[in-house]
């Protein structure tokens, strides 16, 4: 792949009070990509995909994601958020509405789209995530896997151009865990950009094009997972996936 | 339907009947040829309307504060610092002074007349009383709408942040809505202590209930075998009033904790 990377991180840096989080993380990722960030809790993970839509805001470096600087004070964060998609561990619905309202707020609200448009998208999404007939159910009557879904859905129904999955499946019942990996599998499938922060190493192994390996905030391995699950080379990396593979 | 709401039940059928018992006696004595009570009859339509105004000025004091202490709860989470610091002082000072200071600073600051449009009003000693009331409530409830939001899982932010929502439309549609529950009982217990309060006004010369009946019995020579039934009857009033609120507010307290 010789074209320009969708997204690009050089020398990021980033540290909450006094203690360093990201310290110099370079990264390439390509349109139609899927990426696989590994690494032991507290490595920095869930802060690097953050920084991704600027929700963790950086203190060196430069992110550009399709041309756009978002480490720059005069960043429109709400023009980034709209092309980036975010989905969280847990889940975080919108308790007070619908199945169906929680996707379609945003595009009625933030993009101020048509009603009828975007109830067609949604409840295409709805099909796509294979929830149909739940549209008019609370979040608090789904399952785990069901809400990771729906989020998935509300996430997709902004039409972002990458999609940003943190831990997705970490707060999930094992049966739960497949349902989910499945949707994202399809997804990135479809030809989606796809980032997961993930300690699923068997869907890593299967379906990222791209691994990364954090450590103390810094990448320690990097490589398609065929090579980098079978042939490590840094110490840290080699200990770590002895420990979970 | 459990045994958290059993205990409860019965314990309101218990004082529902102690207090029907009471009603009854305080009725028949009412009726009583007791010299008191028919001037008490007599003077009951005169008191009643002075009640009225206490339930009226209660009524608009706490949609005052209501606003008022929504419009402060935001600016304390406004992310300019010189909005929510003024707003943060503001609620301190109110919450923490007594509030018949409040009151009286308020009718005496207060211009006796207003004019508007070329029209000279002259500002009622009750509305400024209304004033005067909402001021501490506003401040309370301000921070009641304040720990609501807090309430508020802070992934709720954060989702509606990685969907582009601007930060006024994440509070108007996904914070807020989220909280009216939880504010409900609390909210109805500063209207309670708010309607309770409204008597404060009588020392600043408003005709409400305390005033009216003062009226009644100056009317009758201050004779001060009136004393007791008189007072007696504005308590009954209020108990009346208060009373099933406060036991609403109670039970929605009670079903709120047994749902987390």
Same mark, same amino acid.
């Given at each position: 792949m010789h074209e320009e990377p969708l997204i690009r991180l050089r020398s990021v840096q980033k540290s909450y009070g006094t203690v360093k989080v990201l310290d110099g993380i370079n990264l390439d990722i390509f349109k139609g990509q899927t990426v696989c960030i590994i690494g032991p809790s507290g490595s920095g993970k869930s802060t690097l995909i953050r920084t991704f839509n600027a929700l963790a805001p950086i203190q060196a470096g430069s992110i550009k994601i399709g041309g756009t600087e978002v480490n720059d004070p005069h960043l429109d964060q709400l023009a980034l958020r709209k092309r980036v998609g975010i989905v969280f561990q847990q889940y975080n619905l919108f308790p007070h509405k619908t199945v169906l309202q929680n996707i379609m707020m945003a595009p009625l609200h933030v993009l101020h789209q048509n009603r009828a448009a975007v109830e067609k998208r949604a409840r295409r999404l709805l099909a796509t995530v294979r929830l149909s007939g739940l549209e008019n159910r609370y979040p608090g009557e789904l399952s785990g896997g069901q809400q990771q879904r729906v989020a998935i859905a509300r996430s997709l129904a902004m039409e972002p151009e990458v999609m940003l999955f943190d831990e997705v499946t970490a707060a999930l019942d094992p049966e739960m865990v497949r349902e989910v990996l499945v949707t994202i599998r399809e997804l990135a499938e479809a030809g989606m950009t796809c980032i997961l922060v993930t300690h699923e190493m068997a869907f890593a192994r299967e379906v990222a094009d791209y691994v990364y390996m954090l450590d103390d905030g810094r990448v320690v391995e990097a490589g398609p997972p065929e090579e980098l699950f079978s042939n490590p080379k840094n110490p840290r990396a080699k200990e770590f996936l002895a420990k979970i593979l | 339907?459990?045994?958290?709401?059993?205990?409860?039940? $019965?314990?309101?059928?218990?004082?529902?009947?102690?207090?029907?018992?009471?009603?009854?006696?305080?009725?028949?004595?009412?009726?009583?040829?007791?010299?008191? @009570?028919?001037?008490? #009859?007599?003077?009951?339509?005169?008191?009643?309307?002075?009640?009225?105004?206490?339930?009226?000025?209660?009524?608009?004091? @706490?949609?005052?504060?209501? &606003?008022?202490?929504?419009?402060?709860?935001?600016? #304390?989470?406004? $992310?300019?610092?010189?909005? #929510?610091?003024?707003?943060?002082?503001?609620?301190?000072?109110?919450?923490?002074?007594?509030?018949?200071?409040?009151?009286?600073?308020?009718?005496?600051?207060?211009?006796?007349?207003?004019?508007?449009? &070329?029209? $000279?009003?002259?500002?009622?000693?009750?509305? *400024?009383? !209304?004033? &005067?009331?909402?001021?501490? !409530?506003?401040?309370?409830?301000?921070?009641? !709408? $304040?720990?609501?939001?807090?309430?508020?899982?802070?992934?709720?932010?954060?989702?509606?942040?990685?969907?582009?929502?601007?930060?006024? *439309?994440?509070?108007?549609?996904?914070?807020?809505?989220?909280?009216?529950?939880?504010?409900?009982?609390?909210?109805?217990?500063?209207?309670?202590?708010?309607?309770?309060?409204?008597p404060l006004a009588a020392i600043l010369g408003v005709q409400e209930v305390v005033g009216s009946t003062q009226q009644a019995m100056a009317a009758n020579n201050s004779d001060p075998g009136l004393l007791v039934p008189f007072y007696l009857f504005v308590m009954l009033l209020f108990f009346l009033y208060i009373w099933p609120i406060s036991a609403v507010t109670s039970r929605l307290e009670r079903r709120a904790v047994f749902k987390k």
């Open positions: - | 339907m459990n045994n958290h709401e059993a205990v409860p039940r $019965r314990q309101l059928i218990a004082t529902l009947i102690v207090v029907l018992t009471l009603c009854s006696a305080l009725l028949a004595l009412f009726f009583s040829d007791v010299g008191a @009570m028919s001037t008490l #009859r007599k003077w009951m339509p005169h008191i009643l309307k002075g009640f009225l105004l206490n339930i009226g000025m209660s009524a608009a004091a @706490m949609a005052l504060a209501t &606003g008022a202490g929504f419009l402060l709860a935001l600016m #304390r989470i406004a $992310r300019s610092a010189y909005i #929510r610091a003024p707003a943060g002082l503001i609620i301190q000072i109110c919450r923490n002074t007594p509030w018949l200071v409040i009151l009286f600073a308020a009718m005496l600051l207060f211009p006796y007349d207003l004019e508007a449009a &070329g029209y $000279r009003f002259s500002v009622p000693g009750w509305f *400024k009383a !209304v004033i &005067g009331l909402a001021i501490p !409530v506003a401040a309370n409830v301000a921070d009641i !709408v $304040r720990g609501a939001m807090r309430s508020v899982p802070s992934g709720q932010w954060e989702a509606a942040e990685g969907l582009a929502f601007t930060r006024r *439309k994440t509070i108007f549609l996904i914070i807020l809505p989220q909280c009216f529950k939880a504010m409900i009982p609390p909210w109805m217990n500063w209207y309670s202590i708010l309607a309770l309060s409204t």
